[in-house]
C-alpha cells in the first residue's frame, strides 16, 4: 500500500511540478540566448553608425549596411521584449504547479501516516504489540536464566571458596611474619665485674 501511495506521489510530482521546471528551463535559456543576440547585433549597428559619421561623403554602401543593422537590431529588440513578456506570465502557472506540487506532498504524507497507524493498530489488536514480547517468550526466557544460573552456582561456590580461604590464610601468615620481624631484640648481658673476689 505505501509503495502505491509513492508511486501515485511521484507521477503526479512528475505531471505538474518537474514538468514545469523543465518548461521554465527551457524559456529562460532562449531568453538568454536571445539576449546574445541582441547585444551582437547592437554592437554592429553601433559599429555602423560610427562608420557613417567618419565617412566624408555619403555612402550608399554605408547607409544600406546601417539599415539592415538597424532592422535586426530591433528585431532582437522585440523579440527580448516578447520572451520577457512570456516569462511574466508564466509566473502565475508556476505558481499554481507549486501548489498542485505541495497538495500532492501533503496528501501523499497524509496517507502514508494513515497507513501506518492502520497497521500499528493491527498489530496491537493481534496481541504483537511492538516492543511487548508475547507470555510465552517470557516463560522460555526465564527457563534459559534458571538453567545458566544453575549451572553456574557451583562454580561461583567454588570460586568464592577459593577467595576465602586464600584471604583468610594468607593475611595471618603476613601477620605472622611481620610480628616476628618485628620482636625486639634481646637485652645486652650485664657488664662483668672488676672487683676481686
Known sequence: QLAELQT??????NATWQQHIERN???MKEYQAARKKLESRRLAYDATMGKMQKAKK???RLEEEL???KTKFDDSTEDVFQR???IREAE???IGALTSFLDAELEYHERAANELRRIRKSWVAGGAEPGRPSSGGNSDLDRIYSNVSARSQPVRSSVINEA???ASSAPVCKLT???TAREPPPPPPPPASTRPP
Not at 8 to 13: G, I, K, P, S, V
Open 177 to 179: 611474619r611481620t610480628m
Open 58 to 60: 555619403d555612402d550608399v
Open 25 to 27: 528551463l527551457a524559456m
Open 92 to 94: 502565475q502557472d508556476t
Open 84 to 86: 520577457m513578456q512570456d
Open 67 to 69: 539599415r539592415v543593422n
Open 164 to 166: 576465602y580461604e586464600g
Open 8 to 13: 501515485t506521489y511521484l507521477d503526479c510530482a
